[in-house]
């Protein structure tokens, strides 16, 4: 089985959707602990939450990668990130045959298919953050909060931020989801 999560409930047939990447896929993993991130989005969250007005897809938000282990690994960019992010979001966890997908060579345990697939069993996730909890309980995932955070790795944040603000002239639901949370942006 493969796993996709998403907020939508009654899904049976997963349809493929533009991404970050550009083009209409939809995305698996073989670890359904790691689809869990995919239930909420901080942006999308955070506008919402704050009455930002937007229109359109948001932009996604993920702070998150692979230890050298493959082991999906959650950062804090900000002081409670996680729970900010995932308390209180509920979802679904769709599973799916693994014919007619292919494999991603740059994610660890990730699959996408271009074609619509058909979902073959759901799960409930009723808090997303308690089940990320439970996974990085399990030494299933790894959970980083921000006060983990090294000094080299919060100058990299702060860089790697900044840069994001000023590339996003185009999105002003993304700056705005980073001026909410990282006060050395400007127009705070």
Known sequence: MLYHASPTPNIKTLIPHISNHGKPLIYFSSKPE??????????????????????????????????KD?????????????PDTYK???GYIYAVSEERLTPMDDIPFAFTSADPV??????FVPDAYQALL???EEGKILLTSYAQNSPNMLDWIRSAVTEDYESSKDSP????FLR?????????
Do not use: I, M, Q
Not at 35 to 60: D, I, M, Q, T
């Open 34 to 67: 790691n689809v869990l991130v995919y239930l909420s989005n901080a942006v999308e969250k955070c506008c919402r939450e704050r009455n930002f007005p937007h229109s359109g897809s948001y932009y996604k938000w993920g702070s998150y990668g692979f230890t």
């Open 70 to 82: 493959g082991l999906l690994r959650l950062d804090e960019y900000w002081p409670n990130a996680t």
């Open 88 to 90: 209180g979001v509920s």
């Open 118 to 123: 058909p979902v073959v069993s759901c799960e």
């Open 134 to 136: 439970s996974a990085a």
């Open 173 to 176: 639901e993304y700056r705005f």
């Open 180 to 188: 909410e949370h990282f006060d050395f942006l400007p127009d705070r």
